[in-house]
Each structure stands twice: as structure tokens, then as C-alpha cells.
């Protein structure tokens, strides 16, 4: 199973940023810090992903793309545990987010196949 990485990214990024200007400086940080922990997770640069990922959702608590993108940041370096949480946290904070909870499915199917 692959996880389901969420497309439209730019369209995605364009709403943080938006939310960001209108927050003020923090929210734009954490939308800056978004966008590049998502271009590092699409370089395969897992340790940079979920460094800017976990300083983006400092910043922006309530923006469930930065907690689907934290998740797929954490299963790149093996931390399912934290990649599960991070998952529920997103859908928690958006029910609509149809990436973050297949994530979030697929990820609890891992765990329970793994589970003796």
C-alpha cells in the first residue's frame, strides 16, 4: 500500500498563504515553512521535511494540510507512530481532508498488520 500524497499542493500552499496575510507574520512563517517542508519531502529530504513540518504546525495549529504533510514527512523516516497522530490531527481538524484520512487509514491498517 503507498500512501496517498494530496495533489493540487499549489492550490493548497495559495490558501495558507492567503489565511497567512491575513493572520499576520507568525502564519506567514508557517506558510513559508509549509511550502518548503513540502518541496523537501518531494526531494526525498525526510529529515528537512519534518524539521520545517513541525515548525510550520507550531505556527499554523490549525491547518490540517500541514499536519497530512507532517504525517507523510514522519512515515518517510520510519516514525509510524507520530505519522498516525499526526494523520488524526489532520482529520480531526478537517473531516474533508480525504488525503490525511485515507493516510490515516492506511496507516492504521499498517499497524494492526504488524501487531502480533
Known amino acids: 500500500m503507498s500512501m496517498r500524497i494530496q495533489t493540487g499542493w499549489f492550490h493548497i500552499g495559495c490558501a ?45 495549529p490549525e491547518a490540517s494540510e500541514v499536519q497530512n504533510h507532517l504525517g507523510l514527512a514522519y512515515q518517510a523516516e520510519g516514525r509510524d507512530r507520530d505519522a498516525e497522530l499526526a494523520f488524526e490531527r489532520a482529520v480531526a481538524l478537517d473531516c474533508d481532508n480525504g488525503a490525511a484520512a485515507e493516510n ?13
Open 104 to 116: 490515516l487509514r492506511v496507516t492504521q491498517n499498517r499497524s494492526a498488520e504488524a501487531s502480533p
Open 16 to 60: 495558507v498563504c492567503v489565511a497567512a496575510v491575513g493572520l499576520g507574520c507568525s502564519s506567514f512563517q508557517g506558510a513559508r515553512l509549509y511550502h518548503s517542508g513540502t518541496a523537501a519531502l518531494d526531494r526525498g529530504d525526510s529529515v528537512s521535511a519534518v524539521s520545517d513540518l513541525e515548525r510550520a504546525a507550531g505556527l499554523l
